[in-house]
């Protein structure tokens, strides 16, 4: 599976987003084997983080005024979230870029994998409560593809996502994932999967 999406992914041209006045930040849609199956690594945040308490995530964050480019603020915030260091992680490419409605930034996703082999993960306390390994057959498989009511300015509209336990992962990460997985399966991303 990873050899093609690995393929899949360098294939792939993602579509950039005007900044418009939002803040850049980047995230990483990371691949980890387990018993041969790969899994996407997502992040519990804290109840103590700015943005997102306790909602699901993939690594990454802000940009910093270092990062030469949005993948190294990629590597870099992946690297301080759940100790994955740039150089066991093999990157494919990008997705199209995303935006976080409620703090505002524009989000550049990649996608790549962590070496086989490494295993000392290790989460930074302050933003991180839980790791989670979700099994990449889970995301495909339709009946755990749900919708989530969600308020925006007195509006509430449904909105993809995804079950996994007791967790529900929605919103950009949700949107990102519709689009992973939507290349995988050869969807075109204006397509709905959910």
Known sequence: ?????????????????????RRDAAVLVLLHAVGGEEHVLLQVRTSTVEHHRGEISFPGGRRDPRDVTLLDTALRETHEEIGVPPSMVEVFGALDDTDTRASNYRVRPYVGAVAKGFDAFHHAEREVSDLLRVPLTHLLDPANHVWKAVEQEGVVTASPAYQFGEHVIWGATARVLVQFLGLIEGVPAEGTRL
């Open 1 to 21: 599976m990873r050899d093609r999406v690995r393929e899949i992914i360098r294939a792939y041209t993602a579509q950039p987003m005007a900044l418009d006045g």
